[in-house]
């Protein structure tokens, strides 16, 4: 099996004709960089002539270039600069072991506690338990940081065999251990992955488009950096009452100082957060106050007023008649003014891309 695979997926706009020369040129770089054909392969697919190919993969712009690892799709698509040097280098990185080897078990003293950090405790480097440690690592390898000591090194902490432990973020914050099969790649992956991709996660510039091309709306706690008390409370209430709703919303927070544009569009500076919004691609609407997270059921009833249309309804006709909310005649002229979605505009442009609803224009 092919250890990276690399696809162009392709229509005949011209964003895709542009990009053919470059993914090409720098298909030809990895080709003399990685003799060995099972190590990189590009590969170029036209949507055109493969439609079922591109809703296989929920494609929705053209040209999508997206990553495959041992047969099993990336998340993340490469997003960078199109030209030779970027991609030539993205693959470089790929290549790149994202285990980094422990020599002494003092180092595990002064980790980054910043970053999810996962360890694995090996007897040996050539076992099937580590082959599969590397499989997930290599897919997870942009979400955790990833560690392994072998052999003397190891021996302290293999008191019962070879052992995986996740650190979470946060000096005091308790180890845990996976119990499950060291060779079971599904087991590992999935109890990997939901130490290593957070419920409630970060939103960037950087990651903005991707998370927005995931097409359901945000959640999104705006907190100063240093805050991290919000987060926490924001985190255990979104744990508490919408774990159910994962799938259907996005739980996210974000630096008040960096997304100030966001802020001003709901009549909000840094000075004001913590703040609670949604984000419907819409819309954008405000929880009441941070305070109320700490009402049973109050966060939750937000996101159900959302998916019931209750909040969009209140825009274009003011407060439910039926709802006995004090104040409410106060509050008619905010509840019917929501501002304009700010992260809609952290989409794919169309200036970048060929947006599939466009496709007939062709």
């Known amino acids: 099996i092919v250890l990276i695979l690399f696809v162009c997926i392709f229509c005949r706009c011209r964003f895709s004709q542009m990009l053919h020369p470059i993914f090409e040129e720098a298909s030809n770089i990895a080709r003399e960089e990685f003799p060995d054909t099972t190590q990189v392969v590009f590969a170029r ?13 929920r494609i929705s712009k053209y040209p999508t270039l997206k990553l495959f690892r041992n047969g099993m799709m990336m998340k993340r698509e490469y997003r960078g600069q199109r030209s030779v040097t970027a991609i030539a280098d993205f693959i470089r990185q790929q290549k790149v072991d994202p285990i980094k080897a422990i020599e002494n078990l003092e180092e595990i003293s002064s980790i980054d506690r910043s970053r999810r950090t996962i360890i694995g405790y090996f007897e040996k480097r050539d076992s099937d338990n580590y082959h599969t440690y590397e499989k997930v ?11 392994a000591a072998f052999g003397d090194v190891s021996k302290p902490e293999r008191f019962s065999g070879d052992n995986i432990i996740y650190k979470p973020m946060g000096e005091n914050a308790p180890d845990m251990v996976y119990m499950g099969s060291l060779t079971n790649f599904d087991l590992s992956y999935a109890w990997t992955q939901d130490k290593c991709v957070p419920l409630v996660r970060e939103i960037t510039f ?28 924001f985190q255990q209430e979104v744990a508490r009452q919408l774990i159910s709703e994962k799938g259907s919303i996005n739980f996210l927070h974000a630096d008040c100082d960096k997304f100030r544009h966001p802020l001003l569009h709901i009549q909000k500076t840094p000075a004001d957060c ?48 039926t709802d006995s909310t004090p104040g409410q005649e106060e509050n008619r002229e905010v509840a019917s003014n929501p501002p304009e979605s700010s992260f809609q505009k952290l989409a794919p442009s169309e200036t970048r891309y060929t947006i599939l609803r466009d496709r007939d224009e062709l």
């Open 45 to 57: 697919v036209d949507c055109d002539q493969h439609s079922d190919i591109a809703q296989r993969y």
């Open 206 to 233: 950087e990651n903005g488009e991707e998370l927005t091309e995931e097409g359901i709306p945000f959640l999104i706690l705006f907190h100063q950096k240093d805050d991290t008390d919000s987060l926490e409370k």
């Open 274 to 321: 913590p703040v609670i919004a949604i984000d419907s691609f819409r819309h954008m609407y405000v929880f009441p106050e941070f305070s109320d997270l700490a009402v049973p059921g109050k966060l939750r009833q937000f996101v159900l007023d959302l998916h019931s249309g209750k909040l969009h309804r209140e825009f274009h006709h003011g407060p439910d008649p």
């Open 137 to 147: 690592a290599n897919i997870l390898r942009d979400d955790c940081v990833f560690l």
